[in-house]
Nanobody, 124 residues
Framework: QVQLVESGGGLVQTGGSLRLSCAASGRTDSGYVMGWFRQAPGKEREFAAAITGSGGSTKYTNSVKGRFTISRDSAKNTVYLQMNSLKPEDTAVYYC?????????????????WGQGTQVTVSS
């Protein structure tokens, strides 16, 4: 089992930046992919970004490419999502997720462990 706790959400103006963090605990000795998903009001949860256990490979959805950067500190079992040039359409609850293995899936059903989510609100 892996437990995930997100932090770093908040209210920011259009064009601003936020950095989300997700701390993992539990069975973190095995290699695992960590990802970020988001759910806007009235919409389904969607994939945002993912990173392999080594941090050597990443994957992004098109709408965040060039603006968001996912990274991880393996020593701290923490993954980050640096979000720049934020837009009102980035407003959502952001969820951290994890799955054992090395494939960078964008399907939420492929992830086994989830955090509680952190709210990001971008004002226009």
């Amino acid at each position: 089992q892996v437990q995930l706790v997100e932090s770093g959400g908040g209210l920011v103006q259009t064009g601003g930046s936020l950095r989300l963090s997700c701390a993992a605990s539990g069975r973190t000795d095995s290699g695992y992919v960590m990802g970020w998903f988001r759910q806007a009001p009235g919409k389904e949860r969607e994939f945002a970004a993912a990173i392999t256990g080594s941090g050597g490979s990443t994957k992004y959805t098109n709408s965040v490419k060039g603006r968001f950067t996912i990274s991880r500190d393996s020593a701290k079992n923490t993954v980050y999502l640096q979000m720049n040039s934020l837009k009102p359409e980035d407003t959502a609850v952001y969820y951290c997720a994890a799955r054992y293995g090395s494939n960078l899936y964008s399907l939420e059903k492929k992830y086994d462990f989830w955090g509680q989510g952190t709210q990001v609100t971008v004002s226009s």
